[in-house]
């Protein structure tokens, strides 16, 4: 059974930085990150599969970073240039499937089979 547990977030102010990680255990191919702001949509953030292959939003390109640590099982989400629009709880997410992590489909909640509880991420201006 897979299990993911996030941590690192906690409150900043614009412009800096936050490494979230998220404990992976159990079997998964692409593992992801999503975002929840109050009232609004979960929205992708980034995706990386088995070999390192990285996908991101737009939104976050140039100053996120999504990495993982194989041996550790860990997923790490490195977040620079914060803007209080990134303000949001940010969820771990994992799938057994290979090749979600791109195209059209990479940042669609339902194919994301295992979530986490989330971790919450708070930018001030």
């Known amino acids: 059974q897979v299990q993911l547990q996030e941590s690192g977030g906690g409150s900043v102010q614009a412009g800096g930085s936050l490494r979230l990680s998220c404990a992976a255990s159990?079997?998964?191919?692409?593992l992801a990150w999503f975002r929840q702001a109050p009232g609004k949509e979960r929205e992708g953030v980034a995706c990386?599969?088995?070999?390192?292959?990285?996908t991101y939003a737009d939104s976050v390109k140039g100053r996120f970073t999504n990495s993982q640590d194989n041996a550790e099982k860990t997923l790490y989400l490195q977040m620079s240039g914060l803007k209080p629009e990134d303000t949001a709880m940010y969820y771990c997410?994992?799938?057994?499937?290979?090749?979600?992590?791109?195209?059209?489909?990479?940042?669609?909640?339902?194919?994301?089979?295992?979530w986490g509880q989330g971790t919450q991420v708070t930018v001030s201006s």
């Open positions: 997410a994992a799938d057994p499937r290979v090749g979600i992590c791109f195209g059209v489909v990479w940042n669609r909640v339902a194919n994301y089979k295992h």
């Open positions: 990386i599969d088995s070999i390192g292959r990285t």
């Open positions: 159990g079997y998964t191919s692409s």
